[in-house]
């Protein structure tokens, strides 16, 4: 079992930078695939974005390529997502989750264990 609590979000205006976290605790001897997704509201769950076991791997959705990071810190048990050249439809709820597999997936259903969330709002 694993706990996850992200941290960072916040009210931007469009253009500007957040840098989102995701410290995980419990059974962190375990190296978990992560990704981070969001909601926004009256929206289904999407996939944003997620990074391997070691890091050297990570995927991102159109929506986000080139203007998000995703990174890990193992020695922390940290996540964290770099977002860039925000816009009001970056606007949601995000949403950390680690899975087990050992394959990066942008499926909910692999994802095993989620956050509570931290909401991100861009104004125009």
């Known amino acids: 079992q694993v706990q996850l609590v992200e941290s960072g979000g916040g009210l931007v205006q469009a253009g500007g930078s957040l840098r989102l976290s995701c410290a995980a605790s419990?059974?962190?001897?375990?190296?978990?695939?992560m990704g981070w997704f969001r909601q926004a509201p009256g929206k289904e769950r999407e996939f944003v974005a997620g990074?391997?076991?070691?890091?050297?791997?990570?995927l991102y959705a159109d929506s986000v390529k080139g203007r998000f990071t995703i990174s890990r810190d193992n020695a922390k048990n940290t996540v964290y997502l770099h977002m860039n050249s925000l816009n009001p439809e970056d606007t949601a709820v995000y949403y950390c989750?680690?899975?087990?597999?050992?394959?990066?997936?942008?499926?909910?259903?692999?994802?095993?264990?989620w956050g509570q969330g931290t909401q991100v709002t861009i104004s125009s």
């Open positions: 989750a680690a899975a087990q597999t050992l394959l990066l997936s942008d499926s909910k259903s692999e994802y095993e264990y």
């Open positions: 419990g059974r962190t001897s375990r190296r978990y695939t």
């Open positions: 990074i391997s076991l070691s890091g050297g791997t990570t």
